[in-house]
């Protein structure tokens, strides 16, 4: 949901980025939220990284802010990890658990010889330490996480081995500019924060990345109603359970609730090809004041109730096993 990116340069030199967007992600569907996350931090002489479910990495980086820069180590940096991501996974809907890097943490560190490692921690690895740092000459070293890496790592390592066989000159903050454009989507863009370092001195700044298309914006759209319980939230911390929902999407009109402790969906969709009425968990009834019904039961059964009689007519009628 979020994307991180770092060049080791030569002479002891380091670049890294981070977008601010946040997105939803519903029914396996990618919609923009906001753009107002902060996921790079600055704690004193250190710039670290925390990204994912962003209730759960606002924790994090909260608690690892709290600590002594002095005292950060990685036990210290594992145990509040670890704290948020325990505090955060059960009210997480069970879409949501099922993915794949929940909470990621980096911090670029500068060793006793001046050269520049990548440490990564990873709730998909249970946020054990795993370090990143160039082979000899391989220099500029790219390194990178999240949705638009794929996109911004390649351009990055082209662009870096065209300047330096034409004219050994080019400018990192266009380039990384220019890189996170590339990658703008539902889940990479808002702001650029970007960082340049010698070991010595660090030079800091943020810029707008420009989308090149207009966005799905899902919540943007819609009406909801209820605070809901708290118990199951969104990726960027908002309540879904006992909440319902308004929304226009293209071709439809949508009437969603999503029951309380679960996040599990009925609806109502008014579509252009007809009308739904569904539910994910649950019986299904369309009844009747007078106690007239059609019940879908949750397990697969059908029972109907008619305080008068039922008719049946048709041209044929087809009843297969």
């Avoid at 994912?52 to 924790?59: L, Y």
């Avoid at 903050?173 to 996170?180: G, M, S, V």
């Avoid at 319980?229 to 226009?248: C, F, H, P, Q, Y």
Wanted: glycine share 8%; net charge negative; charged share 25%.
């Amino acid at each position: 949901m979020s994307v991180f990116i770092a060049t080791i340069l030569e002479n002891d030199k380091i670049a890294f980025a981070a977008d601010s967007r946040v997105c939803e992600i519903v029914n396996g569907e990618t919609f923009w939220s906001n753009d107002n996350a902060t996921k790079l931090y600055h704690h004193g002489k250190v710039w670290f990284y925390c990204s994912g479910v962003m209730s759960m990495a606002e924790d994090a980086a909260k608690d690892i802010m709290s600590q002594p820069v002095e005292q950060l180590s990685p036990q210290s940096i594992i145990k509040a990890l670890k704290k948020s991501y325990n505090k955060h996974i059960t009210k997480l809907s069970p879409d949501i658990k099922k993915m794949k890097y929940l909470l990621q943490f980096v911090i670029p560190f500068n060793g006793e010889n001046g050269d520049w490692e990548i440490h990564y921690y990873d709730s998909e690895f249970d946020f054990e330490p795993q370090i990143y740092k160039p082979e000899p000459n391989e220099m500029p070293y790219v390194w990178g996480i999240g949705k638009g890496a794929n996109i911004i790592n390649p351009y990055l390592k082209e662009a870096y081995t065209t300047y330096k066989n034409v004219d050994g000159e080019y400018n990192i903050t266009k380039l990384y500019i220019e890189a996170f454009e590339k990658a703008a989507a539902e889940n990479c863009g808002g702001e650029m924060t970007f960082v340049y370092s010698d070991g010595i001195e660090c030079l800091h700044g943020k810029t707008t990345i420009k989308d090149s298309r207009a966005l799905r914006k899902r919540y943007l759209e819609a009406v909801k109603h209820g605070e809901g319980d708290g118990v199951i939230v969104s990726t960027s911390g908002k309540n879904i359970s006992g909440v319902a929902e308004l929304s226009k999407p293209n071709g439809s009109y949508d009437t969603i609730y999503r029951n309380s402790n679960y996040a599990q969906e009925r609806r109502l969709l008014l579509k252009d090809e007809g009308i739904e009425l569904s539910t994910e968990t649950g019986d299904l009834v369309i009844g009747h004041d007078n106690g007239s019904f059609i019940k879908l039961k949750s397990g697969g059964d059908i029972e109907i109730k008619a305080i008068g009689k039922i008719y049946f007519n048709g041209v044929e009628f087809n009843f297969d096993n």
